[in-house]
T-cell receptor, first 117, second 115 residues
Framework: GAVVSQHPSWVICKSGTSVKIECRSL??????MFWYRQFPKQSLMLMAT?????????EQGVEKDKFLINHASLTLSTLTVTSAHPEDSSFYIC?????????????FGPGTRLTVT | GNSVTQMEGPVTLSEEAFLTINCTYT??????LFWYVQYPGEGLQLLLK?????DKGSNKGFEATYRKETTSFHLEKGSVQVSDSAVYFC??????????????FGRGTQLTVWP
């Protein structure tokens, strides 16, 4: 089946530094990937839609200069949290869209736990 | 707009009990409906889905029927196991290629099953 990986699975960084999270579709090409943020015991909040070869589309309220998304190839999207602060600590999950039949289905990565100290 | 309302948890059951987690939705067009499961510290896994009215999705003993008349997609399992303990998310997508599969999630329901 379709597999999506994320790297790293967890990361601890100091306040003010930047962190890059990678999302890869391992056995299929994904024109579109999605980035979500999940707070403890809460649902997933869509942050942005990442389109290969073009700029990401950010949801309302998400700072595009803080959460930089790059989708440089059909199998890789990256999320960079710039100048991280403790309030950015969260679980970040990506997903990749795959056309199955006439509908697109999303396959999720295992998530990245970010802790900013 | 699109939204999903999901029964709030947590839900605590004994092993072999019957499970129902309610989910209703609001959508434009003809959405596809999904249940995802998230085990502790992991990402989401698709549990089952239904793409049109009256379809029944099923997997691992779980079932859900797409009810257009009541705009519902309730998750059921006849006999839960300890290994079913996880967070369950109901979700919809607009389907038919719209927005390339963007999902709208409910808030999630934590299920704990005791032996």
């Amino acid at each position: 089946g379709a597999v999506v990986s994320q790297h790293p699975s967890w990361v601890i960084c100091k306040s003010g530094t930047s962190v890059k999270i990678e999302c890869r579709s391992l056995d299929f090409q994904a024109t579109t990937m999605f980035w979500y943020r999940q707070f403890p015991k809460q649902s997933l909040m869509l942050m942005a839609t990442s389109n290969e070869g073009s700029k990401a589309t950010y949801e309302q309220g998400v700072e595009k200069d803080k959460f930089l998304i790059n989708h440089a190839s059909l199998t890789l999207s990256t999320l960079t949290v710039t100048s991280a602060h403790p309030e950015d600590s969260s679980f970040y999950i990506c997903s990749a869209s795959l056309l199955t039949g006439i509908d697109y289905e999303q396959y999720f990565g295992p998530g990245t736990r970010l802790t900013v100290t | 707009g699109n939204s999903v309302t999901q029964m709030e948890g947590p839900v605590t059951l004994s092993e072999e009990a019957f499970l129902t987690i309610n989910c209703t939705y609001t959508a434009t067009g003809y959405p596809s409906l999904f249940w995802y499961v998230q085990y502790p510290g992991e990402g989401l896994q698709l549990l089952l889905k239904a793409t049109k009215a009256d379809d029944k999705g099923s997997n691992k003993g779980f079932e859900a029927t797409y009810r257009k008349e009541t705009t519902s997609f309730h998750l059921e399992k006849g006999s839960v196991q300890v290994s079913d303990s996880a967070v369950y998310f109901c979700a919809l997508s607009e389907g038919r290629g719209s927005t390339l599969g963007r999902l709208y999630f409910g808030r999630g329901t934590q299920l704990t099953v005791w032996p």
